[in-house]
């Protein structure tokens, strides 16, 4: 990340009354702590030795792969066995991993145009090179489900692009499936591993679903690709954490998570809605879509400037947000854009929130002057 | 690692009445299981928005480093501040993380003859080449205070050795102190980053003390490769599991830990004595050196022959062990060679298990037959 970007989002994060429209954080308020409290009380009482306090074999507690696989099952992807999920240290290690066992420097990886911060970061530091989908590349790096920063799902066409890649086979895609069950809609879609199983590493993650601070994600690689996978993780970091893992699978196995995940959809629409509404209000010279799932919405505009400087700005007014170049392929910070989260504020501090940025625009434009042009 | 030997190891531990004395596994008897049992409690009752199920800083928690910078100046490195410690998950992740930052494919990291297997594996695996630590190297892996296989400390011709290359300033040493508390005779070891603070990545962990199911570690880097490491934590799983940290902080806060690191000295001296004792009667012909702290001995002997088949054979007689092999800088098989750990076995069960090993010894040489000869 970019440092000014990481030291101003930790000012606004350390000030009180600041209104955090950044980030991709969960909001804390559905997290289920006493089920999980219960759930710890459990494990840690079972009279076998370990309790998930010991150490474990890389790829991870096998109730709780098979829970994994069996879910991914459900979504059409029937394939899966509790066999083929490898147990991360969160989504952004599976990526890691993907990227570590598939890419070379200088390999060239197909991104969406705007895509997730931590993976276009990880890929540069590692020399790959960032293209679009329709150019030559080693391999592919996607969200079709729910992207971020957009939280929109692929269309028909860009999954059978990437779909029609896969099937010449010397290429391979990361399918980031973080937010894939945050569909407002309540839609389950299909995983794309489900249609390409020898092309696809799938990746997912309870971090937005119940909570980050366990750090339980996972890894479906395609078969061929297990034991090479299996040995990176070994080596990244032996294992995912023993105890969150067997935390996470008493809780799954005795609490409805459907039910918590469709509360979490209800809960995560409204504060689509009331950002969206906000912005309408608030920013109507911006353009968005309408998120379909997700934490935030991707707003761009038709000026130019540089975006850290807006943050800076906005920050004095009390509202922070995503720099849009940091999800962007070619790290422009002009024409400005942002991410907007709405997942860890109330909806009337949204709707602050975005009065404050609308304020906080208006100042960067009057005191930046003919450098805030409107591009062309 | 070998996969034959993981493939072995694995049916070793699912077979029951198999004496393990593989793996560096500590005693699941003396996991403070009520204690931590309270501070999950305590940390998931607190009023506060997080309770550690948020995602937080890369870095980690403010008061974990904190305590692990104190503990650090009490051994001498006297210039840890909170601030230069980086909470990983893992000692692991720790070294992985090093090597990612210091070394390119093709640089040569000067190890120990023996050294610890899954360090080994990472550096073949990014392309390094090994070297002895007086061969021209980019820099150097070692483990100063109490050595994985043999639980030895450095000399201090082998320190001051590695000190003065150091000095040079060209080349830098990751220095895994996983096992430094864990001294039989109490002994507080100075760590190798107290005499040069510039030169050395100093790596730790709280598995081998408290447990390994939290996966907790640390690093600290010399300050002007912080922000680096930082980065490159950050890409590898954004930060170590929020909730462990939260909880072994509380824990460190209201629990004796002095108590606890000196029970479990006694505790493994115990069995380390059993292990040692068990040794000298019924393999008389190995050589050894009695460890001075850590979880093993590493047992050599002048017979030519091949470990993994001697694993294989020790399976059958209800007893494991790691094979020699996958500690040697150079992969040896032979001569044959084996990490004997005492950890997890209490102490009558170490002695059959080296009494079992002792009958699959000469089942081996009697089955090898000329194959098995002295080494000359």
Redesign the interface.
């Known amino acids: 990340?970019d440092?000014r970007i990481d030291r101003l989002q930790?000012i606004g994060a350390a000030r009180p009354g600041t209104i955090l429209l950044s980030?991709?954080?969960?909001a804390?308020e559905l997290?289920p702590?006493q089920a999980?409290?219960r759930s710890?009380?459990t494990v840690?009482?079972q009279p076998n030795?370990?309790?998930?306090?010991?150490?474990?074999?890389p790829e991870g507690d096998l109730a709780l792969r098979s829970w994994i696989a069996s879910r991914l099952r459900r979504r059409g992807a029937v394939h899966v066995q509790s066999d083929d999920v490898i147990i991360?240290?969160?989504a952004?290690?599976a990526i890691?991993l993907a990227a570590r066992v598939l890419y070379r420097p200088g390999d060239r990886v197909g991104v969406d145009a705007e895509s997730y911060p931590?993976a276009l970061?990880?890929f540069r530091?590692r020399g790959l090179q960032l293209a679009a989908a329709d150019e030559r590349v080693a391999g592919f790096y996607c969200m079709p489900s729910v992207s971020n920063p957009r939280g929109l799902e692929f269309g028909p066409a860009a999954r059978q692009c990437i779909l029609n890649r896969l099937e010449t086979g010397d290429v391979s895609a990361i399918e980031d499936d973080a937010y894939a069950e945050l569909r407002f809609d309540g839609t389950e879609t299909r995983p794309l591993c489900a249609d390409a199983p020898d092309g696809v590493l799938h990746v997912g993650t309870f971090?937005k679903v119940l909570?980050?601070?366990?750090?339980v994600g996972w890894l479906v690689p395609p078969r061929r690709l297990f034991?090479e996978m299996l040995?990176?993780k070994?080596?990244?970091?032996?294992?995912?954490?023993?105890?969150?893992q067997?935390v996470l699978e008493h809780y799954l196995r005795t609490n409805d998570y459907d039910a918590h995940v469709a509360a979490a959809r209800d809960f995560y629409a409204g504060r689509a809605d009331a950002l969206v509404t906000a912005l309408r209000k608030e920013l109507p010279q911006a353009s968005f879509c309408e998120p379909q799932g997700s934490f935030a919405v991707f707003v761009e505009t038709d000026l130019c400037g540089d975006d850290i400087d807006l943050l800076s700005v906005s920050l004095a007014h009390g509202v922070s947000f995503d720099p849009g170049r940091a999800f962007r392929r070619e790290g422009r910070a002009s024409p400005l854009s942002m991410r907007l989260a709405f997942a860890c504020e109330p909806a009337e501090r949204i709707a602050e929130g975005v009065a404050r940025l609308a304020a906080a625009f208006r100042a960067y434009v009057h005191r930046s002057g003919d450098r805030a042009q409107t591009a062309t």
Chains 1, 2 share one sequence.
Do not use: H, I, V
């Open positions: 990340m440092r930790r980030g991709g954080l969960p804390a997290f702590k999980l409290a710890f009380l840690l009482d030795r370990t309790n998930g306090l010991q150490y474990g074999w991360t240290s969160g952004q290690q890691d931590a970061d990880l530091s971090s909570c980050p601070g366990l750090r034991q040995a990176a070994q080596e990244a970091d032996l294992q995912a954490g023993g105890l969150a067997a």
